[in-house]
C-alpha cells in the first residue's frame, strides 16, 4: 500500500498542491496570474478535481476579477491532462523536483501540436519590430545588433517565451517580411449574439488573452476570429452567455488512449471524436491495403 500525505496551499498569485509518496515528491503549481478562468481543466479533469473557487467579478460592464479556479487535493492524481490542455501553460507539474508530465511520459495523453517558427534570414529592422509590439502576452523579445555609427542595424535574435507564447497568429499577421509561421493548436467557431449583450458591458474584451475581441462603433463587441485560440475565457465571464464557442479539431501527435478520447469528447463534441477516430481508421486501413496495392502502368 503506498502511503500519500496531500497538501494544499493558496496565495493571491498561486494555488499549489503537494503529495509525497514514498518514492517521489510530486508537486502542482496554478499560477493564477497566468489562469484567465476559461475553465477547460474543470471540463476535461477526468477526476472532477478542478472547480471554480470564485465566480468573475464583473462592475459596470467592466471586468473586475477574473474567476478563480481551485483543484480539490483529495481528488487529483497529478496526472497532468490539464498540463496538457492549458491554453495559457497556467498549469505545471514536477516529480522530485524537476518538471514533468506523466499523461504524456506514459504514452497515455498525446501533446498538442502547436509551433511557432521564425526565419531570421527574412528579418528586418524595416518592420519597426512589429511581432514584437503586437504580441498580446509580451512572449516575443526582439534583439538588435549593430550601432548608427556601424551602419544599419540587423535583427540577430527573436527570443520566443515559450511559456508566454498563445500562439495566437498575431505576430505572424503583424510581419510585413512573412518571416514567422504559427502552428495554432485549437480551431473552431465562435459567435455572439450582440443582441443580448448588456449595455455597455466588454467583460470579453478584458479577458481576451489574445485581444481579439474589440468593441465596435456601436458599442457591441466583435471577434477577429482569426486571432482567436478557443480557450472559451469570454464565453465563461459573459454574463448575458451571449457567446457560443465550438471547437472543430485540435492537433495533437499520435494517440491511442482512451483517455484522450474522452476529454476530446469534452473539449469538443461527440462529432469530432467520431469523426477523428472515423479518419484514424480509414489511415490504418488504406495502411494495410497498400502492400497489396496494383501498380498500373
Not at 187 to 197: A, D, K, M, R
Not at 203 to 215: E, F, H, N
Request: aromatic share 4%; with cysteine.
Amino acid at each position: 500500500m503506498v502511503h500519500r500525505a496531500s497538501y494544499k496551499n493558496r496565495t493571491s498569485k498561486e494555488l499549489v498542491l503537494k503529495r509525497f509518496t514514498l518514492s517521489a515528491r510530486q508537486t502542482l503549481t496554478l499560477d493564477y496570474e497566468l489562469c484567465i478562468g476559461c475553465k477547460i481543466c474543470e471540463k476535461i479533469c477526468p477526476e472532477g478535481a478542478v472547480l471554480e473557487h470564485l465566480p468573475p467579478l464583473i462592475l459596470d460592464g467592466r471586468l473586475m476579477r477574473k474567476n478563480r479556479m481551485d483543484i480539490d487535493a483529495s481528488k487529483c492524481t497529478f496526472c497532468g491532462e490539464c498540463v496538457v490542455l492549458c491554453p495559457l501553460n497556467a498549469i505545471k507539474i514536477e516529480i522530485n523536483g524537476v518538471e514533468k508530465i506523466p499523461v504524456i511520459e506514459s504514452n497515455a495523453f498525446p501533446s498538442l501540436l502547436k509551433n511557432i517558427n521564425v526565419n531570421m534570414e527574412l528579418c528586418d529592422p524595416i518592420c519597426e519590430l512589429a511581432c514584437e509590439k503586437e504580441c498580446p502576452t509580451k512572449a516575443i523579445k526582439v534583439i538588435l545588433s549593430g550601432t548608427e555609427s556601424q551602419g544599419k542595424a540587423r535583427i540577430s535574435e527573436v527570443r520566443i517565451d515559450k511559456r508566454l507564447c498563445i500562439y495566437c497568429r498575431k505576430c505572424q499577421e503583424a510581419c510585413p517580411m512573412r518571416a514567422i509561421a504559427v502552428v495554432k493548436p485549437m480551431s473552431g467557431l465562435i459567435e455572439i449574439n450582440t443582441s443580448l449583450c448588456p449595455e455597455g458591458c466588454q467583460a470579453c474584451v478584458d479577458i481576451c488573452p489574445s485581444k481579439c475581441a474589440g468593441i465596435r462603433e456601436d458599442g457591441k463587441p466583435v471577434i477577429t476570429k482569426e486571432f482567436c485560440i478557443f480557450c472559451g475565457a469570454c464565453a465563461e465571464v459573459c454574463p448575458a452567455k451571449a457567446i457560443s464557442i465550438k471547437r472543430t479539431r485540435i492537433l495533437h501527435s499520435e494517440t491511442k488512449s482512451g483517455a484522450w478520447n474522452e476529454a476530446l469528447e469534452k473539449l469538443a463534441s461527440r462529432e469530432v471524436l467520431i469523426k477523428e477516430i472515423s479518419t484514424k481508421r480509414g489511415r490504418k486501413i488504406s495502411a494495410l491495403a497498400s502492400p497489396f496495392a496494383t501498380r498500373v502502368i
